[in-house]
């Protein structure tokens, strides 16, 4: 499978932005999918993920509450919703795919064999 993030950019604190994670290839419907993201410096880190149909979603304790991740499995595309949100969010996210036959959501990158190139969200003060 393929994967294309997009929908990064710069926004204020306080403020939305919506990712979207397009999909080729096998069928979008067997993966699970993840939002991870990379701070300068800093280790790539779980954002959440959601199952392959969409009813268990795990999320990184801070920033539950403030972000969606959904998928729609019509259209090959899971998305990340990010609202109120803090400079400490700037970072390159990633969507990631895998799909073997987890009994859990992976919460991890070793969980995720397929990766897209990332996109930058810069969240100013």
């Known amino acids: 499978v393929q994967l294309q993030a997009s929908g990064g950019g710069l926004v204020q604190a306080g403020g939305s932005l919506r990712l979207s994670c397009a999909a080729s290839?096998?069928?979008?419907?067997?993966?699970?999918m993840a939002w991870f993201r990379q701070a300068p410096g800093k280790e790539r880190e779980f954002v959440a993920a959601?199952?392959?149909?969409?009813?268990?979603?795990p999320y990184q304790e801070s920033v539950k509450g403030r972000f969606t991740i959904s998928r729609d499995n019509s259209k090959n595309t899971m998305y990340l919703q990010m609202n109120s949100l803090k400079p400490e969010d700037t970072a390159v996210y990633y969507c990631?795919?895998?799909?073997?036959?987890?009994?859990?959501?992976?919460?991890?990158?070793?969980?995720?064999?397929?990766w897209g190139q990332g996109t930058q969200v810069t969240v100013s003060s």
């Open positions: 290839g096998r069928s979008f419907s067997s993966y699970f």
């Open positions: 959601i199952s392959r149909g969409g009813g268990r979603t």
């Open positions: 990631a795919a895998d799909g073997r036959n987890f009994r859990e959501v992976p919460s991890t990158a070793l969980g995720y064999h397929y």
